[in-house]
């Protein structure tokens, strides 16, 4: 199942989950009514009364369900980090010396960088032993990874790779937007059980009261209602366990599945599932809210069989090794019982972690360059090819890669981050000097472009900021333009930290470089949007439901847009250029005639184009990616400039590309 097909099928999952809930809370509302007529005595009433009392109950059922999901939601705009806080969760420092906090940290950047997404934020949960991690936001910009304790210290390295991989499925499938959609809902059907617990209290409380005053008991009704209001609450407890197994249990197995294909092996992920069967803990966390989360998790956050939110634990093992025997785990346990297993021991006898002291040269977790010691997932790195390397490219190829890193793109990933200068890496990790970089890195490489660039930042942000734009830029006059994207989205963590403010702020900093001058060229312009489009989506996340429901027909003059300023910047000849442009509608809308005609205003005509080309539906906006690569590799060759663009392109239209460099060469 490709990136797109998962699209579907999430749209598909967020039309289950309105019908499920839809039900829930008719069951809900029905119990109610049952209870408000015999509580009030008005089964008695003549029919005009009769129904306007259960159309008053109704909307009231109805507006309590609805304002608490509502709230809920809202609530939960912070993002996934917000959702890593109530959970318990701390953020792991950049400069952590904990080799088992720098560890979980190189291998989420490295997950990101293969993903083609921006780096997460990163949570532990020191209170929880057991082995268990989730991912939550409403999009990968605003998203949050946590890992229980238990996790750093249970797993080894390619177990937590396993894990991570996982959850970062979830990111770029969009699963976490019906996560956390789910969580909202949830609320909404179990907050009558809330207000059952305090009227019947109030009841019981003032009937007693009552009683001693002779008044007859008539808090009685008060009393049923909280009591109604309860069995209905435990009716919402029952449709959110089977609305949470519903949503949640055939993903998982997807996401194992993408695990895998991540890492190109199964002992990662099978290794973590099997000491979860074999360890006292197993997944089990200790937080109140753990039922609230429980469909996000990686692993089953209770000890309970009614209505799983993830199929069994020996099912999930076999799906990945068949030979599986699941006697195995009673084994595992009875040898875990006196002596539980020790991630970082077991890094140390794989060779990927050394068995020196940390503080000692080569010990993980060294301040001076915050970086795990080379293991296995960095040896033999392949280098990418030079700037004016032309490779090989099938765009079915492409389209199979979108949202799918293959091992390559990770160990990829990994060679990018020891490719990236350490001075590099500490300031985009810095919440000072992460700021600077970035507008550094989007200033143009053109000297005349650059001053106008400078002078509109210090007119309207200050010279502070602007000189320390300009300082970066001349840092980064030496990094090659494939890790340009990269060390951008290193930033993202440390971005978040800053106030809401100081982010506007850079908001309009990055909307003030791309505007500066309508000369900046096409690629300059691609990364300054990505970057301006996932701050926006960092800073104010969109927890609406999305359409997504635009057809191709209706979107002809973005796409042509697109695909002509594609055409004219990678052919100067303009009969080669229209005749790239024609392959990409062709393979966008046949049998369509689209002139060639490139917009004046050059790259800035894509503006208004974004939004109307991102609302696609995932078929046709499949199909707009396919177009792109025809355009970009007309020839059949591309450049890793070309590459790159392509990707920022991909991004943009929240289709996320991994690095391609080794997978499409031929």
Excluded at 57 to 63: E, L, M, Y
Excluded at 194 to 201: K, S, Y
Excluded at 519 to 524: D, G, K, L, S, W
Excluded at 604 to 629: I, N, Q, S
Aim: glycine letters at 10%; hydrophobic letters at 45%; aromatic letters at 4%.
């Amino acid at each position: 199942m490709n990136f797109f097909e998962r699209q579907r099928q999430v749209r598909r999952l967020s039309t289950r989950l309105v019908l499920l809930f839809v039900l829930a809370v008719v069951g809900i509302v029905v119990v109610v009514n049952i209870a408000a007529l015999f509580a009030f005595n008005a089964t008695t009433a003549d029919p005009g009364q009769l129904a306007g009392f259960v159309a008053m109950v109704t909307i009231a059922t109805v507006a309590a369900i609805g304002l608490a999901a509502l709230v809920r939601t809202l609530a939960l705009r912070g993002g996934g980090g917000k959702v890593a806080r109530e959970l318990g969760g701390v953020p792991v420092p950049a400069n952590t010396t904990d080799p088992e906090l720098r560890r979980l940290r190189n291998v989420v950047e490295e997950m990101a960088l293969a993903s083609g997404v921006p780096v997460p934020e990163v949570y532990v949960l020191p209170e929880e032993t057991a082995i268990n991690a989730f991912a939550a936001g409403w999009t990968p910009s605003d998203a949050a990874v946590a890992v229980t304790r238990g996790a750093l210290q249970r797993l080894n390295r390619d177990e937590l790779q396993g894990v991570i991989a996982h959850e970062f499925s979830h990111v770029v499938n969009g699963d976490m937007r019906l996560n956390i959609r789910l969580m909202g809902l949830l609320f909404g059907i179990l907050f009558l059980t809330v207000i059952g617990r305090g009227l019947a209290r109030a009841g019981v409380i003032g009937g007693g009261r009552s009683r001693g005053n002779n008044s007859g008991g008539s808090a009685a009704p008060l009393a049923l209602v909280g009591l109604a209001l309860l069995v209905a609450g435990y009716v919402g407890v029952l449709a959110g366990r089977l609305i949470q197994a519903s949503v949640s249990r055939q993903r998982e197995y997807l996401a194992d599945a993408s695990a895998v294909q991540y890492t190109r092996q199964t002992r990662g992920i099978a290794g973590a599932l099997k000491k979860i069967g074999g360890l006292t803990d197993g997944s089990e966390l200790k937080s109140p809210k753990r039922d609230e989360v429980g469909h996000m998790l990686f692993g089953e956050a209770a000890r309970t069989s009614w209505f799983a939110t993830h199929p069994p634990l020996a099912d999930r093992i076999k799906a990945l090794e068949p030979s599986f025997d699941p006697a195995e785990l009673q084994q595992l346990s009875r040898r875990w019982a006196a002596a539980p297993p020790s991630g970082r021991q077991e890094d140390v006898a794989m060779g990927l972690a050394p068995a020196a002291a940390p503080g000692q040269p080569g010990a993980p977790g060294r301040p001076a360059a915050g970086r795990e010691t080379p293991g296995r997932a960095r040896q033999a790195q392949p280098g990418p090819p030079g700037r004016g390397e032309r490779v090989r490219v099938a765009p079915e190829e492409v389209l199979g890669r979108v949202a799918a890193p293959t091992e390559s793109a990770y160990t990829h990933a990994a060679a990018i981050l020891d490719r990236i200068p350490d001075p590099l890496l500490d300031r985009a990790r810095d919440r000072e000097a992460a700021v600077p970089l970035l507008l550094g890195l989007l200033l143009s490489a053109e000297p005349e472009i650059r001053q106008h660039q400078y002078a509109a930042v210090a007119q309207r942000h200050g010279q502070e900021l602007a000189d320390g734009a300009l300082r970066a830029a001349d840092d980064l006059v030496e990094l090659p333009a494939e890790l340009r994207l990269p060390l951008a989205e290193l930033t993202f963590p440390a971005l978040r930290e800053r106030p809401d403010a100081e982010l506007e702020s850079l908001l309009a900093a990055v909307f003030t470089l791309i505007h500066a001058d309508g000369a900046i060229n096409v690629t300059e312009y691609c990364l300054s949007r990505l970057l301006l489009a996932e701050l926006e989506e960092s800073l104010r996340p969109d927890s609406r439901w999305r359409t997504d429901r635009r057809k191709l027909t209706d979107t002809r003059s973005a796409a042509a847009a697109l695909l002509a300023i594609l055409a004219q910047v990678g052919h100067p000849d303009r009969g080669e250029a229209e005749r790239a442009y024609q392959a990409g509608v062709g393979t966008l809308l046949p049998d369509t005639n689209l002139p060639y005609a490139p917009p004046e205003n050059g790259v800035l005509a894509l503006e208004t184009a974004w939004p109307v080309l991102d609302g696609l539906r995932p078929g046709d906006k499949e199909r707009l990616v396919a177009a792109t690569v025809a355009v970009i590799s007309h020839d059949g060759m591309m450049t890793v400039p070309e590459i790159e663009l392509l990707r920022t392109i991909c991004g943009l239209l929240h289709c996320p590309l991994p690095p391609m460099v080794g997978d499409v060469t031929g």
